[in-house]
């Protein structure tokens, strides 16, 4: 500093050796020096932007690692490169002679290297998130904390460059805004919500990113492709985008279909009702056309057998076990659906009659098809329940429905028919 302070007086004294009058020769000396600085200072900028950007990636690129890559992409070499023209104005501002421009000269240092710092932790935040994701392959834990660590980092910023302006130490200021809390907590409400709400989130890995979510209430039924400090993004499956508030995730309820989709099956319930009226004990005819069925020839057979054992000894027909045809349908059901290939029987799968009601007997099913892709599985329900309703009359079963236009016609012409 003392080598600077010479070069300083001689620079004023050459200066002055022309005639100048020294406040004018500070004066020059000054605006001279600073113009020299921070030309230099942006040589040496360029100089280093280019070494980063240039260099730098042929050097990453002979490197087995992943994260030099990564922090090359998000520019944190290059960003890290601008703290050294601030270091060069640092060291070489004692060469100005005036005191106005010196201040000058330390005020846009000071909130030079503020910028730069948040430029470079940016980076470095952004560089840190892609990271996670490369290794963990989910972004909704790490993102809300960067986000809030950007929050952060900017607020701080700008009390800092606050601070230098204003001539006040920086905690000084920090431990005013105290008294500012109260409009902060009302300000950054949703923040904080949204904050505590993913914590929630992540702890109890309740919501990925690639996640299928369902929000009736909120119109949301899609996939999860942003999870943000504040709000949660899905895109529905008619591609738009519907935005939620993050906390309403843990304040109200949602379905994830992640198990659905991490498990070996997805789940198909339906149930067709059957008119009671139309459910009766089988014939000797209605049993011998059966026994021509492969499906449930084989049960066919092992039931009479059983069914002839147990009646050996019962001449009364009322008390004889017989078999009926809704229950040799649900057989033929069953034993279709495993023939089928469409079923994975390391799962849960069962045909059966639920309760009774005023629309008749419901024959449900309850299985989960192999295949889990939406357009296929749909496919597979359709076809399984366009079989089941064909083949329904072959068992002497009608099917229950509410009465339609077309059927109080044909009433009506019964009843025209009759009156003729």
Not at 138 to 155: P, R
């Amino acid at each position: 500093m003392e080598r600077l302070v010479f070069y300083r007086k001689e620079s004023v004294t050459f200066f002055e050796s022309y005639g100048l009058e020294n406040h004018w020769a500070v004066f020059v000396q000054s605006i001279v020096i600073l113009v020299l600085i921070f030309t230099l200072a942006y040589l040496v900028d360029r100089v280093l932007t280019f070494v980063m950007r240039r260099v730098i990636p042929k050097i990453v690129g002979y490197t087995a690692n992943q994260w030099d890559d990564i922090f090359m992409e998000n520019r944190v070499f290059s960003n890290f490169a601008h703290f050294f023209p601030g270091i060069l104005m640092q060291n070489l501002q004692d060469l100005i002679s005036s005191s106005s421009v010196r201040w000058f000269v330390s005020t846009f240092i000071g909130v030079y290297f503020i910028v730069v710092t948040v430029l470079f932790l940016n980076a470095l935040l952004n560089a840190i998130q892609q990271l996670f994701i490369h290794l963990k392959g989910v972004s909704a834990i790490v993102k809300i904390y960067i986000q809030l660590g950007k929050v952060v980092l900017y607020s701080l910023a700008g009390v800092a460059i606050i601070s230098i302006f204003a001539n006040k130490n920086f905690m000084d200021i920090l431990a005013g805004l105290g008294a500012m809390i109260t409009i902060l907590l009302i300000v950054y409400k949703d923040m904080i919500m949204g904050f505590v709400a993913g914590i929630q989130l992540s702890a109890n890995k309740m919501v990925y990113v690639g996640d299928w979510v369902e929000l009736p209430k909120d119109g949301a039924d899609g996939i999860v492709i942003d999870i943000g400090l504040t709000t949660v993004k899905v895109q529905n499956w008619d591609r738009t985008i519907t935005t939620i508030p993050t906390y309403k995730l843990t304040s109200e309820s949602f379905t994830n279909w992640r198990g659905m989709q991490e498990s070996d099956g997805r789940r198909i319930k339906r149930h067709v009702n059957i008119d009671m009226e139309s459910i009766h004990f089988l014939s000797e005819e209605e049993i011998n056309t059966f026994r021509k069925i492969r499906l449930i020839s084989e049960y066919i057979e092992d039931k009479i057998k059983i069914i002839n054992q147990v009646n050996a000894n019962e001449p009364e027909q009322f008390n004889q076990r017989r078999l009926t045809n809704i229950g040799t349908f649900r057989k033929y059901v069953e034993n279709y659906l495993r023939e089928s290939g469409y079923v994975n029987l390391d799962m849960m799968f069962l045909v059966r009659q639920l309760q009774a009601t005023e629309k008749g007997v419901p024959i449900e099913i309850y299985m989960f098809s192999k295949i889990k892709e939406f357009i296929i599985y749909e496919g597979i329900q359709s076809d399984i329940f366009d079989h089941i309703i064909a083949i329904v009359p072959t068992f002497n079963l009608r099917l229950f429905q509410e009465p339609t236009g077309h059927n109080f016609s044909a009433i009506r012409e019964i009843k025209n028919q009759t009156a003729e």
